[in-house]
Every structure is written in structure tokens, then in C-alpha cells.
């Protein structure tokens, strides 16, 4: 699902060579940052672009309603698109285990993107990391059930939000490790220099094997507004050819 938040973070650009919209959906995707890095923002943008591309609808996870949407973006002040956006808000892990289980019971069509915001909060319940492991092949695996739903050409892709601490724990470490071995795509959201008035983070995107590194700046306005502008220092950068082999924060 790198090629969704892709076009997100560079809008009005085409998708790249190569790459359909009705394409096979791509690796899942890891949303990473730490409190207020504007996760949720790019998780409910990203819903809001693939609603736009004329296909199925877009299931969305998390535990609360979002508190606001975008500001002054045609996208979040479409109709048609806010309408294919599914929401469920489950409460608890259990909760969450019992939807995604009985994921093929849900009537209706099959959604083709599959979006989980907030993952930190229902693995803190039970932080093991054999939980931690089932709920991600519990993710890939109802992602897949959605994809065989859409049939050929389509397929269903998977991005989750999980917040990440500056001053991380070892277990916390132990369960990024392992989520990185299911989430082949990866989008890092790190803190910059505010400008005036307003807090700006580096969106550093990993693509998974499917394409170069790239990277953006996200200054969210005081009023809540998001901007996003290339990475100044990219052109040329040899950190940008670099792949996500490593397995940590770039």
C-alpha cells in the first residue's frame, strides 16, 4: 500500500512508472511515529484517496471516532468519498480478534484497503510477542480473505498506525522487530524544526523492494490544516537510495 500513501504525500502526481490504482494492493504497510506525529491525519488521507479511485469501500479501525477530519481538502469535504469510509471502533484486543475473525461473515462487499490506527493501544494490553505475532498474521490473513472477495486485479491492502517512543523499552523494541518482519513497507513520521507556528516532521517512505526511498516534509497549521512539500535535501541524497534492510528508524 505504498503507492496510496505515496500519492498522498505527493498530490497531483500520477502513480509511478509501472503502477496501476486497480493493481495488486502491495505489501502491507507500517505507519510509524511517535504522540502527535500526524498518523492518524495520513492513515484517514489515505482512506480518503483510495475512496476517490472508484472501487470498493475502505474499512477503517480504530478505538475512538477521530476528533477532526482534514482541514481544507476538496478530498475530506467530498461526500461521496466520506461515504465509502467504513468505520468500527473495537474497544478491546478481544474485540478486535473476534471482527477480524469473523471478517467473512461481514455482509456487503469486500473492502479493498484495510486501515488500523492506534495498533499500540490493543498491544499493550497483552505485550508478549507471540500476541503481538498473531495479531499481525491475523491482519495479513484477513487482508488475503478481503483479496480472494475483490477477485483478480484487485486484492485488498493493509496499513497500520503504530506510535513509537522516543525513549523505547526493550519490549516495545522486541515488538517493532517483529512487526517489521510482517510489514514489509514502512513510513516513518520524525520530528524536524517547527516553523513559525506551526510542527513539521519527516515522512521517510520504504517502499518494501518496490521502489527507491523517498521523502517528504509534513508541517501541520495552527489550525490543523496539513501541507506537504518534498524533501529538500533529496535530490542527491545517497540516503534516499537506501532499502529498509535494516530494520530501524532511518
Request: with cysteine.
Amino acid at each position: 500500500m505504498a503507492e496510496t500513501l505515496r500519492r498522498v504525500l505527493s498530490p497531483g502526481r500520477a502513480a509511478g512508472p509501472g503502477k496501476d490504482t486497480a493493481a495488486e494492493a502491495g505489501p502491507p504497510l507500517l505507519l510509524l511515529g511517535g504522540p502527535g506525529s500526524g498518523k492518524t491525519a495520513l492513515l484517514f488521507a489515505a482512506a480518503l484517496e483510495a475512496a476517490g479511485e472508484g472501487r470498493g469501500p475502505v474499512l477503517f479501525l480504530t478505538r475512538r471516532p477521530l476528533q477532526s477530519l482534514p482541514r481544507r481538502t476538496p478530498a475530506a469535504l467530498d461526500p461521496l468519498r466520506l461515504q465509502k469510509i467504513r468505520f468500527q471502533y473495537p474497544p478491546s484486543t478481544h474485540e478486535l480478534l473476534r471482527l477480524l475473525c469473523s471478517a467473512h461473515e461481514a455482509p456487503g462487499p469486500a473492502p479493498f484497503l484495510l486501515l488500523i490506527d492506534g495498533l499500540e493501544e490493543y498491544l499493550a494490553e497483552d505485550p508478549e510477542p507471540q500476541e503481538a505475532a498473531y495479531l499481525a498474521a491475523l491482519l495479513l490473513d484477513t487482508a488475503a480473505h478481503f483479496s480472494h472477495q475483490v477477485g483478480p486485479g484487485g486484492g485488498c491492502g493493509l496499513i497500520v498506525a503504530l506510535q513509537t517512543q522516543e525513549e523505547g523499552d526493550s519490549g516495545d523494541a522486541l515488538q517493532l522487530s517483529l512487526l517489521q518482519k510482517y510489514f514489509l513497507a514502512q513510513c516513518w513520521l520524525q520530528p524536524t524544526a517547527p516553523g513559525s507556528g506551526h510542527r513539521c516532521f519527516r515522512a521517510c517512505l520504504e517502499p518494501g523492494g518496490l521502489g527507491p526511498r523517498e521523502e517528504w516534509c509534513v508541517a501541520f497549521q495552527p489550525d490543523g490544516e496539513m501541507r506537504i512539500t518534498p524533501w529538500p535535501t533529496q535530490a542527491g541524497d545517497p540516503r534516499s537510495d537506501k532499502g529498509s534492510s535494516s530494520g530501524g528508524q532511518p
